[in-house]
């Protein structure tokens, strides 16, 4: 199988010797993407730490925010109830 291999490369010009001079551009162009790549990696995991900083934020507004919905309503039906079109924002 290699002669058969290695009899048809050489029919069309090409040195089995020659296959690794490719490799060497290719290895060394990835080498030089590597800074730019980290750098990459470096801002997405600002963005997620900061993220990640946010959410106990994030839980507490949303309770603050039911929290004040909630007294909103016991006071607006306390102080004479609301008409249907507010009741059905309110519950939105």
Same mark, same amino acid.
């Given at each position: ?14 040195? !089995?010797? %020659? &296959?690794?001079?490719?490799? /060497?551009?290719? @290895? =060394?162009? $990835? ?9 990459? !990696?470096? %801002? &997405?995991?600002?963005?997620? /730490?900061?993220? @990640? =900083?946010? $959410?106990?934020?994030e839980s507490l507004i949303?309770?603050l925010y039911q929290a ?17 079109a507010a009741r059905f924002?309110?519950?939105?």
């Amino acid at each position: 199988m290699r002669m058969i291999l290695g009899n048809t490369l050489k029919e069309i010009g090409f040195e !089995v010797s %020659e &296959a690794g001079h490719g490799q /060497e551009a290719n @290895l =060394a162009q $990835r080498r030089a993407a590597v800074p730019a790549v980290a750098q990459i !990696v470096e %801002e &997405a995991v600002a963005e997620w /730490e900061t993220w @990640l =900083a946010a $959410r106990p934020v994030e839980s507490l507004i949303k309770s603050l925010y039911q929290a004040a919905t909630s007294a909103s309503r016991r006071a607006a039906e306390h102080w004479g109830g609301l008409d249907e079109a507010a009741r059905f924002d309110t519950e939105q």
